[in-house]
């Protein structure tokens, strides 16, 4: 599905087979919300294109693209997340960006405005890992404590948050470790693939 452009080959016809994009190189790697796709490259740049009601590009307005754009004020990236119509990026000094939707306060910068261009998420310090999931987020510090911000679906977890979490709130691990939190598969698994290679990460359950 093209509809949006979302495939940045310069139109919004279906692909059934591959096409190569244009003028790119050295992509380390790729993520995709439900309409827009990024594009990180070796060199720590990102690039957007896509579905843009809710600014999950990163540019600066709500216009689709349909040929890939450069996050001009972002850089040094080394990974990127998306979910439905939002995004993050981990730069390499432990730095997270944030933008598009926020309306369950998922982008953890303590409204739920939707922000169209990459914004840091303060209270993410040092992060080693990010997970989105639906309208949430998740985050390891490299020191092992896993963040939470977003829909709360997770009361259990934390203890006196009724509401939607705008601002990222520590998680007990040992509740993720055991899988006692309703979370998607694939969080559980990024999770615990980080936690075998990270000593800092692994708890002993009783």
Known sequence: MNLYGQLGLGDYEDRYTPHEIPNLS???????????????????????????????????????KNTLKVLSNLSNVKKIVAAQDFAMALRQDGQVFGWGNNS???????????????????????????FLAFSTCFAIRKD???????KNRYPKALPGHTNNVRIPQPLDKKLIRSKQLPLTQQVYTDFLEHSKNNPATKVKLK
């Not at 380390?28 to 590009?57: M, P």
């Open 26 to 64: 050295n992509v380390k790697q790729i993520a995709a919300g439900v309409y827009h796709t990024l594009i990180l490259t070796r060199d720590g740049q990102v690039y957007a294109c896509g579905h843009n009601d809710s600014g999950e590009l990163g540019l600066g307005d709500t216009e689709k």
């Open 104 to 130: 369950d306060g998922q982008l953890g910068l303590g409204d739920a405005k939707a922000i169209l261009a990459p914004r840091a998420i303060t209270v993410f310090e040092c992060i080693e890992q990010i």
């Open 144 to 150: 092992g404590q896993p963040y939470f911000c977003g």
